[in-house]
């Protein structure tokens, strides 16, 4: 098999790709890594040095692929059944990857903030940080949320764009809810029930129970 990722399926950014692969209905060796696991992590170095979520190696090509935009991005390339993830047009390729970005950038990343708070060890939590976090997931909210033009990000058409919203929505409904905005709420809903998502979530439900934010 030409690819191999290497995962975790509580990992939100690898749901992003999954979500990829199993739309293109792409075959894939999934390599579930334990970070905890000195072992494990050490063999995951020696592929991605940094030892990030998600990586995928294309053993055909002879290439190794982090961060979950460029993996879907290079899959759009390089693989034709993934093309669509991508707009061939250059206006909307670029409007695709802003939408992308303003997901990861003022959504996603500002909730890991708040789930690395519920890790911190007592004495050493960060209120003011938290909701400075929330804050900037609001307004992420309000920022993506008159994007969304039609059943998906770009439209009809399901793209990198919706990759990236599903694990950035669905996870950030546990620290800011969605029903402030009930156009990103039906979003979920419809990305939910898109069948590559709902893999991505069946297979992710026994691993939430690790989830630190699992009771809001």
């Known amino acids: 098999m030409s690819f191999t990722l290497y995962y975790h399926p509580l990992s939100s950014f690898c749901w992003k790709v999954l979500i990829a692969l199993y739309e293109a209905g792409i075959a894939f060796e999934p390599r579930l890594v334990n970070l905890g696991d000195p072992a494990d992590r050490a063999a995951f170095q020696a592929v991605w040095p940094l030892a990030k979520f998600p990586v995928l190696r294309d053993d055909a090509r002879g ?98 764009a919706d990759c990236a919203a599903l694990p950035a929505l669905f996870y950030a409904d546990h620290a800011v809810r969605l029903s402030e905005w009930p156009e990103l709420a039906a979003y979920l809903l419809r990305l939910k029930a898109r069948p590559s998502v709902a893999r991505v979530l069946a297979e992710a439900e026994p691993y939430f129970q690790y989830f630190p934010l699992r009771n809001g």
């Open 63 to 160: 290439k190794t692929i982090p961060e979950s935009s460029i993996i879907i991005d290079y899959l759009a390339r390089t693989e034709p059944r993934a093309a669509s993830l991508l707009p061939g047009d250059p206006e909307l390729a670029m409007q695709t990857r802003l939408k992308d970005r303003l997901i990861d950038n003022y959504i996603h990343a500002p909730f890991q903030q708040v789930v690395a708070e519920r890790l911190r060890p007592d004495g050493q939590h960060d209120p003011f940080g938290t909701e400075q976090a929330r804050r900037q997931i609001r307004s992420g909210y309000d920022l993506v949320a008159p994007m969304i033009s039609g059943s998906w990000a770009m439209g009809e058409s399901f793209t990198l």
